[in-house]
């Protein structure tokens, strides 16, 4: 039976949720934002996470989260692998989208970094443990922004996996996010066979170099996926990491092991 409760907040107004049943470890949290709308945020975690993850998925951005926890679009890679982190140990928090609205050309914007800022500020509220953000294509611009804006001593950690690094539909890309204001560790996630014309493979290098102020930059590359439908940029392809899911959330699960989570 689910039931409601008080957490914390973005800011000045308690948020609402609804709790799953113990035995998920999910719940809902409904955080109010200027304006009289809701942010809507999924959070999964363990008793006692090692790390908070706030994941940023990519496309549209809108996972089509319900109040009671169902999720419409739960392919992406960062929405379809949350019981695997929490079984490492890890917290998720995966946000979607205000009214269902698409965040294409809006990822990279000041008004979208306060918003991931306070997603940090959720976790580490909720958790008190160390919060690393994660997004991936489209989300990866995001996480990006987020992590130029973080203030300091808030964030441990920046990962970005198959970033969105030409200009396609969006009309933005990773390096409109202002990376040489990311101050804290980054990894960066390349699929070898990863053939969505937005995120070629080959950027990685490109991208851990626009990370001139982080302390530590690595580029992880990975190879392999199968591939579902025409789409190449599609979150059942390389792109995202279908078929080879276990290995890229153990390659960056080792990174953030490095990089501030708690030990076991």
């Given amino acids: 039976m689910r039931h409601r409760s008080r957490v914390a907040t973005f800011g000045l107004v308690a948020a609402s949720a609804v709790a799953c049943p113990a035995a ?44 009671d926890g ?12 949350r019981a695997a982190w929490k079984a490492r140990g890890y917290a998720v928090l995966i946000p979607d989208t205000v009214d269902h609205a698409s965040l294409r050309g809006q990822r990279s ?10 997603l940090i ?6 958790t008190g443990a160390p919060v690393f953000l994660l997004g991936t294509s489209q989300g990866a611009i995001a996480a990006m922004n987020g992590a130029a804006h973080a203030r300091p001593g808030t964030l441990a950690g920046l990962v ?9 539909g969006s009309g ?11 101050r804290v560790p980054a990894l960066v996630v390349a699929n070898r066979a990863d053939r969505c014309r937005v995120a070629p493979r080959g950027a990685a290098p490109r991208i851990a170099a626009a990370l001139r102020r982080s302390p530590d930059v690595a580029v992880v590359h990975v190879d392999g996926g199968t591939t579902r439908g025409d789409d190449d940029c599609g979150s059942l392809t390389p792109h995202g990491y279908a078929g080879i899911e276990d290995e890229v959330i153990g390659r960056i699960a080792a990174w953030i092991d490095r990089h501030g989570a708690r030990r076991k």
Wanted: proline share 9%.
């Fill in 24 to 67: 998920a470890s999910e719940r809902v949290v409904d955080v109010p934002l200027a304006g009289g709308t809701d942010q809507r945020v999924l959070i999964a975690a363990p008793p006692t996470p090692r790390a908070a993850i706030v994941m940023l998925p990519g496309g549209t951005g809108d996972i089509g989260l319900t109040r």
């Fill in 70 to 81: 169902d999720i419409r679009h739960d392919h992406n890679f960062v929405v379809r692998t």
């Fill in 109 to 118: 914007t000041p008004a979208y970094a306060r918003r991931v800022t306070a």
């Fill in 121 to 126: 500020a959720l976790a580490r509220r909720q």
């Fill in 160 to 168: 970005l996996t198959e970033s969105v690094s030409v200009p396609g």
């Fill in 172 to 182: 933005e890309t990773v390096f409109d996010a202002d990376p040489a204001a990311v």
